[in-house]
DNA sequence: TTAGCCTTGATG
DNA sequence: CATCAAGGCTAA
C-alpha cells in the first residue's frame, strides 16, 4: 500500500516544483541537484579503452533492451538554444542527432528524415564504420556525413532503436517519458527555465498516461517506476540512470 | 552514400 | 476515412 501511494504520490506532488515560471526555488533545494549528474560525453565513455580507433559500433544488443538496455542520451549540438530569445523551446522539434528539423517518430523519439535513413541503412544493411579521430566527432546538419561512426553512435545514445523489441519491454508511454526527463535535463543544464516548466508540463501529462497503463502492467514497469519516482527530483542525463 | 519522397501496412 | 511510422526508391 505505502509503496503504491508513494508512486501515486510521487508523480503529482513531485512535478509540483513548478508553480511558476521561475521555477527556480519552488519544490526546494533538489531541483538543483541534478547538476551531480554529468551528461557531457558520458555517453561516448562506453569504449574507454576498448579498441585505440575504428571499433565496430555496430552491436545489436544496443539495438535490443538485453541486459544495460536504453543507452544513454546525448547532448545535442541543437541545444544552441542559448539564445534565450528561442522560447520556441522545442528541443524537441529538433533532431537530437544533427539538428535538423524533425519529421516526426522514427525507431523511438523525434528525428529528422536523414538520421531516419541513416540508422535504416546502417540496422538493414549491417554497416560497420570507423572513426578516424577520437570517436567524439561532433556532429550537426552540415558535419553529419562527416564521421558516420559517430553518427551512429550518437543515434544510439540519444535512444534510437529499432521497433517492436524495444517497446516491449516498458512499454511505449515509458519510453517517451523517459526522453522527455532527459530533454528536462537539457533544459535545465542550460538554465533555460522558461522551457523547463513547459517540459515539466509535458513530462507530467507524459507521465500521467504512462502511469495509467504502467498501473495495470507487470513488475518490470513497476521497477522502472521505482527508478522514476528519484528521476522526477533529479532528472537524468542518459537512460542508464533511469533504466540500468 | 545521402536524403528527400513515396508506398506500404498498421491503427483508430 | 485519416494518421503515423517503417521501409523502399532513386536522383544527386
Ligand atoms: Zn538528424
Ligand atoms: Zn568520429
Not at 585505440?52 to 539495438?63: H, I, R, W
Not at 524537441?92 to 523525434?110: A, Q
Not at 508540463?201 to 513488475?219: K, V, W
Request: hydrophobic share 30%.
Amino acid at each position: 500500500m505505502d509503496q503504491q501511494s508513494g508512486l501515486m504520490s510521487l508523480n503529482m506532488s513531485a512535478f509540483d516544483l513548478s508553480p511558476g515560471p521561475d521555477g527556480s526555488g519552488s519544490g526546494g533545494g533538489p531541483s538543483s541537484a541534478s547538476q551531480q549528474y554529468v551528461p557531457q560525453g558520458a555517453a561516448y565513455q562506453c569504449a574507454p579503452d576498448q579498441q585505440p580507433f575504428g571499433y565496430a559500433n555496430l552491436d545489436t544488443s544496443y539495438l535490443f533492451p538485453t541486459g544495460t538496455g536504453e543507452p544513454g542520451a546525448y547532448l545535442p549540438a541543437a541545444a544552441t538554444v542559448c539564445d534565450q530569445t528561442d522560447t520556441k523551446d522545442v528541443i524537441e522539434e529538433l533532431c537530437p542527432v544533427c539538428g535538423d528539423k524533425v519529421s516526426g517518430y522514427h525507431y523511438g523519439l523525434l528525428t529528422c528524415e536523414s538520421c531516419k535513413g541513416f540508422f535504416k541503412r546502417t540496422v538493414q544493411n549491417k554497416k560497420v564504420y570507423t572513426c578516424v579521430a577520437e570517436r567524439a566527432c561532433h556532429i550537426d546538419k552540415t558535419q553529419r556525413k562527416r564521421c558516420p561512426f559517430c553518427r551512429f553512435q550518437k543515434c544510439l545514445d540519444v535512444g534510437m532503436k529499432l521497433e517492436g523489441e524495444s517497446y516491449k519491454l516498458y512499454g511505449i508511454y515509458i519510453h517517451k517519458l523517459l526522453c522527455r526527463f532527459v530533454y528536462l535535463h537539457r533544459y535545465q543544464n542550460h538554465n533555460s527555465f522558461g522551457n523547463v516548466g513547459r517540459m515539466q508540463a509535458r513530462l507530467q501529462s507524459a507521465a500521467e498516461m504512462a502511469l495509467h497503463h504502467a498501473a495495470a502492467a507487470s513488475a518490470e514497469k513497476l521497477k522502472v517506476w521505482l527508478r522514476i519516482e528519484t528521476a522526477v527530483c533529479n532528472p537524468p542525463a542518459t537512460f542508464q540512470q533511469l533504466i540500468p
